[in-house]
Antibody, heavy 120, light 107 residues
Framework: EVQLVESGGGLVQPGGSQRLSCAAS????????MHWVRQVPGKGPVWVSR????????HYADSVKGRFTISRDNTKNTLYLQMSSLRIDDTGVYYC?????????????WGQGILVTVSS | DIQMTQSPSSLSATIGDKVTITCRAS??????LNWYQQRPGKAPSLLIY???TFQSGVPSRFSGSGSGTDFSLTINSVQPEDFGTYYC?????????FGQGTKVEIK
């Protein structure tokens, strides 16, 4: 069974930093593109970033480019999102999401989500 | 960025009704359109990908159609467990964008 478990969320002040982790199990982690998607309660999800299987290719939404860094450790089956210069509008539930192999991007497995609150 | 617009924003259905949700893209996206269901307090769950292909385990009362810019998700004979919010998402290009959601309430 595919499992994705996020950790590292919480309250952080504007301008601060936070690192999210996602522990993956139940599949060959290194074979899959992985993504971070965030959602403000009551709003639609927003794609944040993605990384390929060996970590050599990354892409970001314009709203986080230069502030967030996605990475992975395939020896630990763990995905990361390093967030810096956090803004109030970065507040939301952050999901670790697996992409399918082959074809266009589709988010076939999601973690339970972790809340990040940016507030003074 | 490609904008995704869903309608209606909410609906109320009786068990057994047929429900249709539409999604329009701001530019042509071929058939690169996915649908998700999200129940309260849970993560979204993939229902249909590439506009009309079922994800494994999805009941056959769900169907998707469309291409280009206009798409629809239909639930034939709505069941109690179909409550929640439904989102479309384009996979044509990054940034991958979602619609604002359609909340389905079961009467």
């Amino acid at each position: 069974e595919v499992q994705l478990v996020e950790s590292g969320g919480g309250l952080v002040q504007p301008g601060g930093s936070q690192r999210l982790s996602c522990a993956a199990s139940g599949f060959t982690f290194s074979s899959f593109w992985m993504h971070w998607v965030r959602q403000v309660p009551g709003k639609g999800p927003v794609w944040v970033s993605r990384i390929n299987g060996d970590g050599s290719r990354t892409h970001y939404a314009d709203s986080v480019k230069g502030r967030f860094t996605i990475s992975r450790d395939n020896t630990k089956n763990t995905l990361y999102l390093q967030m810096s210069s956090l803004r109030i509008d970065d507040t939301g539930v952050y999901y670790c999401v697996r992409d399918t192999i082959g074809g266009r991007t589709k988010f076939d497995s999601w973690g339970q989500g972790i809340l990040v609150t940016v507030s003074s | 960025d490609i904008q995704m617009t869903q309608s209606p924003s909410s609906l109320s259905a009786t068990i057994g009704d047929k429900v249709t949700i539409t999604c329009r893209a701001s530019q042509i996206i071929s058939s690169y359109l996915n649908w998700y269901q999200q129940r309260p307090g849970k993560a979204p769950s993939l229902l249909i990908y590439d506009a009309s292909t079922f994800q494994s385990g999805v009941p056959s009362r769900f169907s998707g159609s469309g291409s280009g810019t206009d798409f629809s998700l239909t639930i034939n004979s709505v069941q109690p467990e179909d409550f929640g919010t439904y989102y479309c998402q384009q996979s044509y290009s990054t940034p991958y964008t979602f619609g604002q959601g359609t909340k389905v309430e079961i009467k």
